[in-house]
């Protein structure tokens, strides 16, 4: 259904570096209007790129893969039309249920949802945990004290651009390539690549994975538009895919959270072992986001919840090892999950003002002419 190793493409840092593939791969923009011809009965009319969508937040949902709920044939071909796993009649089933119980009660909205009961289990859940009122009254004692005088937004994004270099540095910088290998941990195991990607001021990226000298996948944006690159053949990315990756590929990230207007104090937080401040944003109606900026300015990570026909999808993205860059300081590892898998990229070498190839973010050519 998806694709393993595709960026996250995250310049959500101050390294603006695009973290690893932690979901699934941004996709081409094929050229396929309705899924046609593949039994559908409560999808009918869906676009492949809704049914795609539709079935991601199902498995991940249910912690479970394809084969759930679909046949692979001897030769290891999917037969997607297939009724024969009894799961995908009561999916159906589920999603009429869903259906009903949001039009009756939350006004047709994605408000009870597959992950509500079963919470990444395949059966969902009908007995609370034996520690559940304990838990509960331990995480709250945890909460961090919330101090009487708190900073503005202002003042955690103006430490965060401080702490990252200062805005002088940031505008000098025109171009940044980062280098460096990806661990994926997913249904599959453990899969490691090489990631490479070569920035420019100010939103155009061009990230390349490949293993043993072979490239595997490149997906680049000039900031206009976005494209996917496999095998030789290049697509644009579809909407949503092409609308995140440009946001990611921001170059210098302190400066435009600071230059945002919709972002709040939500107050202080426990974080991996210490106190974070939380600020909450969005960037557009179907993305909410959580910023945690530690003590010493720098951001520790971020929190998303992205919109889909039938829930929210969640990724969550940390920053770690902060070294020197030039005048810059950028995190060079960065730990991205979400309910695919887990991803860390090190990057073992991050470069300011590297020469960039001149076509290295331009549109890839049209493809050839059919003749018959």
Known sequence: MKLLLAPLALSLTIAAASAPA???SPKPAASRPEAGGRNLKVLKGWSHERIDSAMGFFAASLGVGCDHCHVRTADRK????????????????????????????????PRVTCATCHDGRAEPGRVPPVDAVVA???????????PAEKPTVAELLRRYVEASGGEAAWKAASSRVERGTVVHAN???????KQVNARRAPASLDQRMSRDGKELQRVWTDGASAWFGREGRSEPLEADSAVSFKRDATFALPLALAARGDLKLDGR????GGDAWVVTGHPDDKTKERWFFGDDGQLRAVYRESDSEFGPMPE???????????ALKLPFVIRASDPWDRATVTFE???LDEPVAAGAFAPPPPEPAETH
Do not use: C
């Open 136 to 146: 509960g009254a331990e995480r709250e004692r945890a909460k961090p004290a919330q």
């Open 269 to 272: 937080e426990k974080f991996h």
């Open 78 to 109: 999917w037969d997607m039309a297939s009724d024969e796993m009894p799961e995908k009649a009561t999916a159906r089933r589920m999603i009429e249920m869903t259906r009903a119980l949001n039009e009756k009660w939350f006004a047709g909205g």
């Open 349 to 351: 070498e991050i470069t």
């Open 316 to 326: 969550m993205i940390r920053f770690e090892d902060y070294r020197p860059v030039g």
């Open 22 to 24: 932690a979901k699934p």
């Open 187 to 193: 249904r599959r195991g453990e899969e490691t690549s």
